[in-house]
Structure formats: C-alpha cells, structure tokens
C-alpha cells in the first residue's frame, strides 16, 4: 500500500474558491439556506456580506428566486446539503434555471456518505442523476480540493446552469496544481492495460490503492477520474480508457444514474463488460466515522481490485 | 391619491376590452384554453401594462424597467394580449397561441417578447419575482416588480416562504396581487383549503395590505399607486375578481377554467365582452 496521502478539504477549498471569484465579479451573489458554515458559502457572509443572501430554510424559494436574480444579471451560487439542494427543489431547478437556462450554479455539499453522522435523510446518492437527467445541467463531481477551483472557474466559464457536488470531509489529494481540468474529458490518473477503474471525488484514491493490489497480482489497472458527468465527450473518454478489457466504476452515488450509468451510456455503441460499485438501491445510516461507512456499504480498495479481478 | 381622470379611465376600459377580445383570438377555435382565470385578471394586467408599469416594447431589456411576472402562468393569454396591444409582437401572432412553433407557449416562456419568466408550476413565479427584487435593491435600481398569484396557488407552501423572504429584505419594490376569483380549476376555493382572511395573513408576515375590486380600473390603479408609495415593506393587493369576468356564461364557474370555444359559443364570448 502506498503512504498515505495528504487530506484537504474540498468545501474549503470551494468557499476560498468561491471568495475569490466573487472578488472578481461582483454580480455574483451567494445563496443559503441556514447552513452557510457547513456549506461554506459563508466565506461570502463574512467577508463580502452584500454578495451573501441569507434564504432561510426554504429551498424551493431559494431556487425560484436564485433564478430571478439571474434574470436581473445576477449569478447566484446556491447553496445547502446536495440532498435539500436538488431533490427538494428538484421541479424549482427544472422549470425556473433549466429550461429557460439560466446562469445559476447549484452547490450541493454533504454528498455521498460524508455527513456521516446525521444518517440517511441527510446523506445523497441520488444528486448525480437527478441533475444529469436535466437539459441544459452540466454536472461536475470535482475530485479533491486541489481541483475544485478549477472547477469553480470552469462553472463560472458556462453561461447557464452548473451542478457541483462536494464532499464535507477532508479527503486524499490526488491531482496537483498544474494538473488541467477540461469539461467533458476524463483524466487518467494512472496507467495500465487490462482494466480501467473509473472513479470521481474521494472513490479516486481508493482507485489508485486497488490498481497497487492488481499489481501484486501481475494485472494492469489504469485509474481514470471523472469529474465530469455531464456533459461526457465519447471520444475523450475511449481515449482515457486506452485499450483495457473492462471497466470497474466507483462512486459515491447510486449505481443507478451516476457516474457508471453516465459512461454506459457514451460507450453503448461499444461497450466493455463493466463492474459497477456503488450504493446499490439503498439509504445510508449514521456512523461515528466516515471510513467505517464507506467500509459498510463496499467502497473500499480490495472490493475494487476483487471486482477487477473477476473481469479479468 | 387613488383619483385618475376622465379621460385615463375611459382610455384604460378601451385597453381592457382590447384585451378580453385579445384573449378570446389567443384561445381561438376548439382548442382548450385557460379562459376563466385570464379574465378575472384581465383588468389587473390592463392597468399595469397601460398605466403603472415602466416599460417599452422598443426597449424590452432595459435595466430600469417594471418586471411582470404571472405566476399564475395558465392565465397567460392575457399578458399575450396585453402584450401584443402594447407592441411586443403583432396582434396576428395571438391567434398562433398553442400551435406547434408558436412564440406564444401554453405557459409563459422568456422565448415571447416581454415575457420575463417561465412560470405556471404554481408557486415559483412569486419567488422569482423575489429574486427580482432583491437584484434590484442590490443594483439600487428602482423598477418595481408586480407579480399576479392566484387564490388557488396560494395552497402552495413556497408562496408562504416567499412571502416572509420579501419581509425580510423588506422588499418595497415588489407589489403582488392576488386575483381572488374563488375559483380554481377543480372547483370552489372555498371547497379545497377555504384559505380565509387572505389580507390578514399577508399582514401577518409584515407586508402591507390593500383590498379591490379587481374589476374597478380606477379603483385599481389608485391602489397600485398607493401600494408602490409603501416604503419599507412589500405590498400584497387583494383583489375580489369574478371567473371569467365579461364572458357571461363563463363566470364564477370552473368549467372555462380550461375549456374551449366553439364557433357559435366564441361568437357569444366576443358579444358579451362587446356589451360590458
């Protein structure tokens, strides 16, 4: 097994991010709903508080009335847990940003398994395709906080809707400064020839420290982020996927919809026989630690390598 | 305040029946329209297009100008024609309402002149008229922002967090009215919530109330001019309408909530508009 590698956390990553951009522009305007802490949008409230909009715990209102500012120039960052962000606000999103196409960014953070303590109402695995199935969303799924404000910057470069999950936990670094980030186009994180384990957010380390247990067994993985969802360029991603003989896709997500459906679908004139990691048609449930969840539910690097293996 | 003159009232009832006539040639022949509710705000969309709102169909995106928002987007039909009375885009265009293509949409879309907003999922176009609101007090603009709500569409819960957002940023700039008409599209109001005392509970939430008759242009436009008088609070403007108001056999009824005209039932529609 490798060292382990440095932690940083991607929602502070965002809020700095965030800061920083709205330092440069001021129509931008952040939206939350009482949790600008957790969130982070509250870089903005302390330090720019007349770009800071304080929407009380009323998501539906926020969405309607983010879409409203943008109507009137503004570009509104909206912000709450992924969960309260996209689901409940779902039809908000749909018929007051996506179909008129409108330039608000949506922020959901907790996603996944991350709030591991306040259980299944508040942890997300169901962002990815709830945003994904909507015209005119792009979805990103930034992999660690050295990338999110590239991320952010892309977003800001779209004139229309943006969709971007963070994590709520520290998670492993695995991309550098200098490392690009283009929409629509995987990055291979590590070489290899037999299989390519495809990954986004924190599954990309456990990614790389399944690709080290194949090596053991004399197979060659290939690690390959995903940050973006949507949109997906084929070419790009049978690029990144080389010549390897199958897939194992990870995610934080349901393996209904995210990151594995959204692949199958830009290889479906010619797939790969594909194993899918994921939460598989379930709620999560509170734990003390993050770890010991994403260990419950099979995100680990040993399923990966052994869901490779059986490909092979 | 509340006083126009003569000649103000007669042109605006000229503006008003212009309208109805309009809304009957968008619903056209045999197709399923939202009559009723377009003509109980018929009057209200009247006096805001052709006396209180700031705005230019020669200059649609001008930063400084009034923002109309339906939220009850189903009553579409008469923005169109109010719409299309001011200049936004020729009369000939309403009999094209609904057809495959047409600029003018079963709800409203940003794609039509003068439209502001997609609306008609109940609810939201209030909160963006919020969102409107809010930008403007940030860009120190002073364009007032009018929302139209239904009675009916005040059943759904974002209306209410709505509501108290504009209290809190004390949206002065932001006058929603609520076409009372009784009536929604499955039948009585009264039946399905019996939301009571509507002024009172907009009150409630800090802002300030007034109560028409959403049929007395003169009654509205004092009031409109009161309402946007009001600093320091948002205004909510009830208005008691009637149903399908001018169209005789479709008042205080729910079956021309969304029904057709025959030939002989629109020629009907247009005499009894003509005889108001």
Request: hydrophobic share 40%; with cysteine.
């Amino acid at each position: 097994m490798s060292d382990k590698k440095i932690e940083k956390n991607p929602r502070a990553a965002y809020g700095l991010a965030l800061l920083e951009a709205a330092k440069a522009n001021k129509n931008i305007v952040a939206l939350d709903a009482d949790l600008c802490t957790s969130t982070q949008s509250a870089q903005i409230q302390n330090n720019l508080p007349e770009q800071y909009i304080e929407m009380g715990i009323g998501e539906a209102n926020m969405v309607s009335a983010a879409a409203g500012l943008a109507l009137c120039g503004k570009i509104p960052f909206v912000h709450t847990f992924a969960i309260f962000v996209t689901a409940r606000p779902y039809e908000q999103i749909r018929q007051g940003v996506c179909l008129p196409k409108l330039n608000v960014k949506i922020v959901g953070s907790s996603v996944g398994l991350s709030d591991f303590g306040d259980g299944a109402t508040h942890q997300c695995f169901e962002d990815l395709a709830l945003m994904s199935v909507l015209p005119n969303m792009t979805v990103f799924a930034p992999v660690d906080a050295t990338e999110v404000p590239k991320v952010v910057r892309a977003a800001l470069a779209i004139n229309g809707p943006v969709y971007i999950r963070l994590n709520r936990n520290d998670t492993p670094l695995v991309t550098e400064e200098a490392t690009p980030f283009e929409v629509g186009k995987p990055l291979v994180l590590a070489e290899g020839k037999d299989v390519a384990i495809c990954v986004n957010g924190v599954t990309a380390d456990m990614g790389l420290k399944a690709r080290e247990i194949l090596a053991k067994s004399g197979k060659s993985a290939s690690v390959v982020n995903f940050s973006t969802i949507k949109p997906l360029d084929e070419k790009a991603v049978r690029a990144a996927l080389g010549s390897v003989r199958a897939l194992v896709t990870v995610e934080e997500h349901s393996v209904i919809g995210g990151l594995g459906a959204a692949i199958a679908r830009v290889l479906s004139r010619a797939p790969l026989p594909t194993e899918r990691i994921g939460f598989a048609d379930r709620y999560g449930q509170s734990a003390h630690e993050y770890e010991q969840l994403l260990e419950r539910y099979g995100l680990t690097p040993d399923n990966i390598a052994k869901a490779a293996l059986g490909l092979l | 305040m509340g006083k126009i003159d003569d000649a103000t009232l007669k042109a605006l009832k000229e503006k008003a029946l212009s309208v109805r006539l309009g809304i009957i040639e968008a619903l056209g022949i045999d197709h399923r329209g939202h009559l009723g509710g377009s003509m109980s705000c018929a009057d209200i969309v009247t006096a805001l297009y052709f006396y209180k709102m700031k705005h230019s169909a020669k200059s649609p995106d001008d930063p400084d100008r009034d923002r109309f928002i339906m939220s009850k987007g189903h009553s579409v039909l008469a923005q169109y024609a109010a719409l299309a009375e001011a200049g936004y885009f020729g009369k000939d265009v309403l009999a094209t309402t609904k057809s495959l293509g047409s600029v003018l949409q079963g709800h409203p879309e940003r794609e039509t002149p003068g439209v502001e907003a997609n609306t008609g999922s109940l609810g939201q176009g209030f909160s963006m008229g919020v969102g409107m609101a809010i930008a403007g007090k940030l860009d120190k603009r002073d364009y007032h922002v009018y929302v139209i709500v239904g009675d009916g569409e005040l059943a759904e819960g974002q209306i209410w967090e709505a509501t108290m957002a504009s209290n809190v940023y004390s949206l002065d700039n932001l006058t929603v009215i609520v076409d009372m008409n009784g009536i929604q599209a499955m039948g009585k109001t009264r039946d399905r919530y019996a939301i009571q005392n509507i002024p009172g509970r907009f009150a409630a939430f800090g802002w300030k109330t007034f109560e028409i008759d959403g049929h007395d242009l003169a009654d509205i436009v004092g009031t409109l001019d009161k309402a946007t008088a009001v600093k320091g609070a948002p205004t909510a403007v009830i208005a008691r309408t009637v149903k399908g108001k001018g169209v005789t056999f479709a008042e205080n009824s729910h079956d021309y909530h969304n029904n057709l005209l025959t030939p002989e039932t629109r020629e009907k529609a247009i005499a009894s508009v003509m005889a108001m």
